[in-house]
């Protein structure tokens, strides 16, 4: 009887941690930035596009953009050349600069561009303006990264004329 009840306390245990959301890494190297307006300047002067990746805590999807995606193109110095890499919590309510120097909350930004799903990854030129459409979600991996290389082509395109 005392074994039954360890399996089922250990089994109970395991259900537990396997149903937990899986957290969106505070590790990462793409910095969460507090202030767009300053990021966009730096960008312009160095004319680079800017990658915004639209995260929500618990999503899996998120978390594997930022690691098989993002992260290795923010080490990668090709990259480096192109783009400013960041990334906003959808859910955070803290204090932000947008790129006209308003002030808002990542979750307001987010709604702003309808980045309503996550992850969302939207190319901003240095003046705000998305470069092209926003990528939804992360349905079909074979094809995400040429997706997401067309997306900063065109904001590099836009950004350097």
Known sequence: M???KKFLTGMLFCLGVAAMPVA?????????????QTL?????????SIVVLFEAEGCPYCERVMREYLE??????????????????????APLTDFQ??????????????????PTVIVFTPD?????????????????????????DAGVEKTRG
């Open 128 to 152: 705000g303006k998305p470069a092209s459409d926003p990528l939804v979600g992360f349905s079909n991996p074979d094809y995400y990264g040429f997706y997401l290389d067309k997306a900063i």
């Open 40 to 48: 966009a300047s730096q960008a312009a002067s160095e004319k680079k």
């Open 24 to 36: 969106v890494s505070s590790q990462s190297i793409i910095p969460e930035p507090a202030n767009l």
């Open 2 to 4: 005392v074994c039954l």
């Open 101 to 118: 120097g308003r002030k808002t909350t990542p979750a307001d930004f987010a709604r702003t561009y309808r980045a309503r799903l996550t």
């Open 72 to 93: 290795p193109m923010a080490k990668n110095a090709e990259y480096r050349k192109k783009v400013r890499i960041v990334r906003l919590d959808t859910g955070s309510q």
